[in-house]
T-cell receptor, first 112, second 113 residues
Framework: KAGVTQTPRYLIKTRGQQVTLSCSPISGHRSVSWYQQTPGQGLQFLFEYFSETQRNKGNFPGRFSGRQFSNSRSEMNVSTLELGDSALYLC???????????FGQGTRLTVV | QQQVKQSPQSLIVQKGGISIINCAYENTAFDYFPWYQQFPGKGPALLIA?????SEKKEGRFTISFNKSAKQFSLHIMDSQPGDSATYFCAATISSNTGKLIFGQGTTLQVKP
């Protein structure tokens, strides 16, 4: 079974731009969560989607948004990028009714 | 109350030794406690997890000890190997609040040959 796939692996963007990251969950997993990982703040929960609905949200500004499609694939968008948004963005998928979360390799976003 | 505190921040162990990483939580509603292992350039990989109805869970060289009254849990890596050198994260969540893992700050483990 293929794991969680995130694209692209690396991105460099300029302050003020927007960016869209993509996540394909493990086949059959309908829950997708997003996390931001930085050296200073560690791993922080952004949001979770299940059946195309946002089920949970972390404490991030409205510039961070996401969505999920009917095939469970998910995208997250960050608008008006700031230097502090430079981070590794991780996507995790979970089987329905189970708590285990399986992570992808992440997208490394650098804002210059 | 949502925090999970992890210690130590870094750990150096000789090959064959025991590595011990500790975590503490405040929210008594947490009912699922996983540990993740992360290598540089990779995403976190689920290592082992425990629920509060058991005090210990063992999988191979990895053991979680859980103390519900003290609100603490720890990861023990027996016979530590250089290949275990990685960053380890503890986490906690409420099962009904799926997808929202609260992570500790991480422990960088170095196992010396």
């Amino acid at each position: 079974k293929a794991g969680v796939t995130q694209t692209p692996r690396y991105l460099i963007k300029t302050r003020g731009q927007q960016v869209t990251l993509s996540c394909s969950p493990i086949s059959g997993h309908r829950s997708v969560s997003w996390y931001q990982q930085t050296p200073g703040q560690g791993l922080q929960f952004l949001f979770e989607y299940f059946s195309e609905t946002q089920r949970n949200k972390g404490n991030f500004p409205g510039r961070f948004s996401g969505r999920q499609f009917s095939n469970s694939r998910s995208e997250m968008n960050v608008s008006t990028l700031e230097l502090g948004d430079s981070a590794l963005y991780l996507c995790a998928s979970s089987p329905e009714g189970r708590t285990e979360a399986f992570f992808g390799q992440g997208t490394r976003l650098t804002v210059v | 109350q949502q925090q999970v505190k992890q210690s130590p921040q870094s750990l150096i162990v000789q090959k064959g030794g025991i590595s011990i990483i500790n975590c503490a939580y405040e929210n008594t509603a947490f009912d699922y406690f996983p540990w993740y292992q992360q290598f540089p350039g990779k995403g976190p990989a689920l290592l082992i997890a425990i629920r509060p109805d058991v005090s210990e869970k063992k999988e191979g060289r990895f053991t979680i000890s859980f103390n519900k009254s003290a609100k603490q849990f720890s990861l023990h890596i027996m016979d530590s190997q250089p290949g275990d050198s990685a960053t380890y994260f503890c986490a906690a969540t409420i099962s009904s609040n799926t997808g929202k893992l609260i992570f500790g700050q991480g422990t960088t483990l170095q196992v010396k040959p």
